[in-house]
């Protein structure tokens, strides 16, 4: 019994610049030559690098995450929403001033944070306002009370002005309000663009 000795079928070379038709001398040959071996090892390595250095940013961005503090979250998730605020609100006027100007804007706490921490997160809480009302007449309460009530209601102002249970935001909690306006977020934005 004799066995009969295959002939390697002829292949096109795997470098896209090349392409060009040669006879294998190995089963896993897939380069005409050694000029576009070293083309293809090269390519491999830096697919390689890059894998390699995605999950290292990876393992940096989880590492990271794990120590941010309460505070840390606190303080993403308080931009996220007010980011939302000031989308929310883009075409109304500064709510205490009634202006509307090429200035920066705010979201202005009708009840601070500092004394009612429990409506920092609060939607009917929390308006668009240009920054002079906000930093230099301390959210200017007084005109800001009298548009607030033209805009949610007498019933709804009462509301904020009264008592609520206070709250402490977990970290878990943090992430999910800072989820949910981000999803919020991006609804508005593709609400404009549309």
């Not at 491999?44 to 290292?56: H, N």
């Not at 309460?70 to 609100?89: G, M, P, S, Y």
Request: aromatic share 6%; charged share 30%; net charge positive.
């Amino acid at each position: 019994m004799s066995l009969a000795i295959k002939n390697p079928r002829p292949k096109k070379c795997k470098v896209a610049t090349c392409r060009a038709s040669f006879v294998p001398t190995k089963s896993f040959q897939t380069w005409c030559s050694p000029d576009c071996a070293v083309v293809i090892v090269r390519a491999k390595q830096a697919s390689e690098r890059k894998s390699f250095e995605q999950r290292e940013r990876r393992e940096i961005k989880v590492r990271k995450e794990k120590l941010k503090s309460r505070a840390d979250h606190l303080k993403e998730t308080q931009t996220v929403f007010n980011e939302w605020i000031r989308l929310r609100d883009s075409g109304l006027p500064c709510v205490s001033c009634g202006r509307h100007h090429e200035g920066q804007y705010h979201a202005g706490h009708y009840r601070t944070v500092a004394a009612s921490p429990e409506l920092r997160f609060e939607p009917l809480n929390v308006h668009k306002q240009c920054a002079p009302c906000n930093n230099h007449k301390s959210g200017d309460i007084v005109n800001y009370r009298i548009n607030l009530v033209h805009r949610i209601g007498a019933e709804k102002v009462d509301w904020i002005e009264g008592p609520h249970e206070p709250q402490r935001y977990a970290i878990e909690q943090l992430k999910e309000i800072k989820a949910h306006y981000r999803a919020l977020i991006r609804e508005l934005k593709e609400r404009e663009s549309a």
